[in-house]
């Protein structure tokens, strides 16, 4: 038998039968405003993702070059790869971002104040993903080998982890730079 203290607090601290919102509805207009924004980014960034790397057939092939439809030119593969794992981070944010949205808005901590940081956050994504993978195929970071990213499924899925985790990457990166330089207020 499970303690029911030990159970998860799924909830958001209501009585069962409370339903009315706590929102206003100016602040439903922004959250839903902010909602289809986050959504439209996820659908652009998989499109592009989807349509801007992916060779159409074989008439459309080059050696070390991927053709995009979408700009109608060849991309060299190297180039298409980062751009696919920006793209990948991009999406990774959003989803975080979405992730975030939804549950502050049923927590009830959601507030109009952090609009610009829900904005930004996927924009912010795809650069930590793009510049962590730089690091890591430099072998400036030794975790991974620098052939792991020539396997493109592989590549993906670490852009959209690192978007996904990509405050979790700067907030670690800030405290590495503090225990190696120091701050400004250290004497």
């Known amino acids: 038998m499970v303690d029911e203290e030990e159970l998860p607090d799924y909830d ?4 069962t039968g409370d339903w009315k919102s706590r929102y206003e509805p100016r602040a ?3 959250i839903l405003a902010e909602f289809l924004l986050l959504f439209s980014y996820l659908i652009v960034a998989n499109y592009f993702l989807i349509e ?3 060779e159409k057939s074989e008439e459309f092939t080059r ?10 030119v060849f991309i060299a593969e190297e180039k298409a790869k980062w751009i696919a794992l920006a ?3 991009f999406v ?3 989803v ?5 949205m939804y549950h502050s808005v049923a927590k009830g901590i959601w507030n109009v104040d952090r609009c610009l940081w829900r904005v930004i956050v996927p924009f912010n994504s795809a650069m930590v993903s793009l510049f962590t993978g730089f690091l890591f195929a430099s072998g400036v970071i030794p975790f991974l080998k620098n052939e792991s990213f020539d396997d493109f499924y592989v590549l993906l899925g670490f852009g ?3 978007g996904y985790f990509s405050d979790n990457i700067l907030a670690a990166l800030q405290n590495l730079a503090k225990k190696a330089f120091g701050t400004l207020d250290d004497s």
């Open 28 to 30: 439903w207009f922004q």
């Open 160 to 162: 959209f982890v690192f």
């Open 52 to 54: 801007a790397v992916t």
């Open 87 to 89: 793209l990948a981070g």
């Open 96 to 100: 975080f971002d979405l992730k975030w």
């Open 12 to 15: 958001d601290g209501r009585n």
């Open 92 to 94: 990774g944010g959003a």
């Open 63 to 72: 050696e070390g070059f991927i053709y995009s439809s979408l700009f109608g």
